[in-house]
């Protein structure tokens, strides 16, 4: 994927297998470019374009993280992606069949303890819908740190919702470095796209692809 803003010399190539930060070491200049691109993850026009394989893709696609320790692990969409999940197994062939008896027996249970109150009541129809609210899908984010956190959300969120691109704010700010050397093996392995905004640039690594916007606006690429 290749990210492009008329202020870039170079167009950002996101790539797979790399780690892509842009350090901005101008606070104005840092300021701008979240406050645009944030603007533009929430449907409103601005100068970033994101393409891949000369398409150019919404920025939508990218989930914007400021806040590392505010990670929502139920958000709706996580859940609707987790909802869609299990209604697919139900209707698959190996389920349909156990589904359909559980249905069957759940109504014929109702039934009879409506019937024990007034024979007049009845109860809602049990379907795929109904069996999902029943059981309330979510994940527990208790007693993890950070970094086990931040792996958990960008696993499930990259397996359930449409996300393209993860992209964190000053992360070295909050990560103490073997941290980001463990976060950034994850993404590796697990094939996530990770694009970091920082006001300082990281030290040569292997992972990054990197491009320094230093503090007069004069523009840098470490590959």
Known sequence: MILS???????????????????????????????EFKSQINGYDGGFSLFEDNEEIPLSAVDLIIDPFNLDLNSKEIINGVS?????????EEYYLSTQELFSEIS????????EIDYDLIGSEINIPS?????????????????????????????FTKTRIFSFVNLKTFLSHSQIEQLFKY????KIQLFLFESSPYEH???LNETIIDSDLCEITLK
């Open 187 to 190: 993404v590796m392995y697990e």
């Open 108 to 115: 014929k249970f109702s039934f009879q303890v409506l019937g």
């Open 131 to 159: 069996i999902i609210k029943l059981i309330s899908p979510h994940y527990d984010n208790c007693n993890k740190n950070v970094i086990e956190n931040v792996c958990q959300y960008l696993h499930i969120s990259s397996k």
């Open 205 to 207: 690594s292997e992972y």
């Open 5 to 35: 803003h008329p202020t870039f010399e170079k167009m950002i190539e996101l790539e797979e297998n790399k780690i892509t930060v842009l350090a901005v070491e101008n606070p104005v200049q840092l300021s701008s470019y979240l406050y």
């Open 84 to 92: 869609y999940k299990i209604k697919s197994i139900l209707n698959s």
